[in-house]
């Protein structure tokens, strides 16, 4: 830049007149004090630098797009949306240096809401209360401030109606809801579009709206803790348009900002006006020096419309996302499906309990996992979650009977292969489902949630969920058949009991899944749901007995495996009773143990453990 004119802001005389002239060092031709709505009479090409405020910097700027004037910017006090637009430095001298040092201006664009320029962002809708004050501040104290000032207004929040007008007239205008919406015009001039734009530059020729469209207050509350922690937040609440020009209309009126400034209109009409400006940009702005035209983009599938998109504005926001009527009918229609009886389920079903059977007989996990992975019994199980939420009686009562249907025959194949195999002694494999407690019941509730999330989220695969319930059901229907052939009461009524609080925990887990994805109102879904967890409940009381009991073991054999006691070790602790309580062990020792030896050490045990124990002992030598 070379002899160029100092254009200041009066209010500034004093400090530009004993400051800042000196750090020129005679290089600027003269200097004008500008106060707001002055008209300046430069020649056409006149370069200029600006030591002005936002307000002052608007005037001028489109003074200069009618007079072809090029522009640098000085760090002014009040220069708050320019300086992030242009890239100023915060540091005066860095900002002259970049000034004076520029050999060539840069072309570049000029963002226009309703035909007046915008420096930084236009804020509509409520957006504008959870953007501004701070809220994308680089200082955490003030998005800190902004994210409680929201949270306090949450519950009175609302979706409103608008629609998207597109500058090509064969594209359909969009109707569609938001709480609110941000443009802006490129992806460095603020904080909030650097955390989503990364490929546009200031004289591309496009401006950028992102539209904020939370489902629920869950959703938002997601949005704006992932925006205090400076995460991008909008992968999950909004559409994104890039584009040269769009009207956005509210029949009733929508409260809008343009750098801070508060207005109120029935349409919003953003532009873009190309390289309408010369300017000598800062060192942190992002510009393109090639003449780029790039396409524009509308992502706009995920944006609320229809029957959503009327359910949305006819009330305040829900705390929890309610699917759409699209996406309730398309599972429905699933569900319905799951939950009537075919041939090729009841065939899956004894196939995969014959597996599960035999499996356990020859003690083979790798039997047993092929048979979980058979099993159908995921999509009637999930199809009663749905029943029992919404109500239904016909889907719970056809989901209930396509699951019996499936069960009895193969319990009954299974207590066959049971009389007809000449095994009857409990191995790993089936002693591992004769002792249910609060853990299995645990798993139970994971496959819920995992069939219940597959079957609502199409992007899933639902093979995943069908696995992970088939892992909490098909090995203690087997037991049970087992134990049944066997004549075996506690083999039986064991793994019986796993498999009635699998099913339980199952069927609640998913209900309580739909609910959360919005597939129905708590006031109908309540009542099912209650009743489901009453008999979760019940069953959970001897689950937690079960529980007691393996914490007990737990703690008595970390107490006694690996403890030395008379000069020898014991391993392999084992609990084969607790009342009384019977232990089985190994004894490690360097020499042979008399009988008066192992009643020393049978002393020390029960000391140790404070009661009285029987001890069913292998003695080792170490050799």
């Not at 050999?103 to 409520?126: A, F, R, W």
């Not at 809008?256 to 000598?280: P, Y």
């Not at 799951?338 to 004894?350: C, H, I, P, R, W």
Request: proline share 4%; charged share 20%; hydrophobic share 45%.
């Amino acid at each position: 830049m070379k002899n160029p004119v100092l254009i200041y802001d009066s209010a500034k005389s004093d400090y530009v007149k004993d400051n800042l002239m000196a750090l020129f060092e005679g290089k600027v031709q003269e200097s004008v004090a500008l106060k707001p709505g002055d008209v300046l009479s430069l020649p056409s090409g006149a370069e200029l630098i600006l030591y002005l405020n936002d307000a002052l910097l608007k005037e001028i700027l489109q003074m200069g797009f009618e007079k072809s004037w090029v522009f640098g910017l000085l760090p002014h006090p009040g220069l708050i949306h320019g300086r992030k637009q242009f890239g100023i430095s915060d540091d005066l001298n860095e900002a002259i240096h970049d000034i004076m040092s520029a050999t060539k201006s840069q072309p570049m664009d000029l963002m226009y809401c309703n035909e007046h320029i915008v420096l930084n962002m236009v804020l509509l809708g409520e957006t504008t209360s959870i953007t501004s004050g701070g809220f994308y501040a680089n200082k955490r104290f003030a998005r800190f401030s902004s994210f409680f000032n929201v949270v306090r207004k949450i519950g009175s929040l609302q979706s409103k109606p608008f629609t998207l007008v597109y500058r090509d007239k064969d594209k359909k205008p969009l109707q569609t809801s938001a709480l609110g919406m941000v443009a802006v015009q490129h992806g460095k001039n603020s904080l909030l579009s650097r955390k989503i734009l990364d490929d546009s530059v200031v004289n591309d020729g496009m401006l950028h709206l992102i539209v904020l469209s939370p489902r629920s207050v869950s959703e938002l509350l997601n949005f704006l803790f992932k925006s205090f922690f400076n995460r991008n937040p909008f992968q999950i609440v909004a559409g994104y348009i890039k584009t040269r020009w769009i009207k956005i209309e509210n029949k009733s009126g929508v409260e809008f900002t343009i750098d801070g400034n508060l207005l109120s209109s029935k349409e919003v009409i953003l532009s873009i006006q190309s390289r309408a400006i010369s300017f000598f940009p800062g060192r942190h702005l992002k510009m393109s020096n090639d003449l780029i035209s790039p396409k524009e983009s509308f992502r706009t599938r995920e944006l609320p419309v229809g029957e959503t998109r009327s359910e949305l504005i006819s009330r305040k926001l829900p705390w929890i996302r309610h699917a759409s009527t699209e996406e309730f009918k398309d599972l429905l229609t699933v569900l319905r499906e799951n939950a009537t009886t075919s041939s090729s389920y009841l065939t899956l079903m004894v196939l995969s309990t014959l597996l599960a059977t035999l499996g356990l007989f020859a003690n083979s996990t790798p039997v047993v996992i092929g048979a979980m992975i058979l099993a159908p019994l995921m999509a009637p199980i999930i199809s009663l979650s749905m029943g029992i939420l919404r109500q239904d009686r016909k889907l719970s009562f056809d989901s209930l009977m396509t699951i019996a249907y499936g069960l009895l025959p193969a319990f009954f194949c299974a207590y066959v292969l049971t009389l007809v195999t000449p095994l009857n002694t409990a191995n790993s494999e089936i002693l591992a489902r004769v002792k249910p407690n609060l853990l299995d019941l645990g798993v139970a509730v994971v496959s819920g949630i995992a069939g219940a999330y597959a079957h609502a989220r199409e992007e899933v695969a639902k093979t995943l969920a069908g696995v992970a319930i088939a892992v909490a059901l098909v090995p203690p229907l087997a037991v049970s058949g087992i134990g049944l052939g066997w004549g075996d009461f506690s083999v039986f009524s064991g793994a019986f009991l796993l498999l009635l609080t699998n099913l339980a925990g199952i069927v609640l887990a998913g209900a309580v899944t739909f609910l959360l994805l919005g597939f129905s109102a708590f006031k109908l879904a309540r009542r099912g749901i209650f009743l489901v967890f009453i008999f979760v409940a019940l069953l959970s009381l001897p689950l937690g007995f079960g529980f007691s009991r393996m914490v007990k073991e737990h703690k008595i054999i970390t107490a006694l495996d690996g403890w030395e006691a008379e000069g020898t070790m014991l391993r392999e602790v084992k609990i084969n009773r607790m009342d009384p309580l019977v232990i089985s062990l190994k004894i490690v020792s360097d020499k042979p143990i008399y009988e008066e030896e192992l009643d020393d050490i049978k002393n020390l045990i029960e000391k140790r453990l404070g009661r009285d124990v029987e001890l069913e002992i292998t003695v080792g030598i170490r050799r």
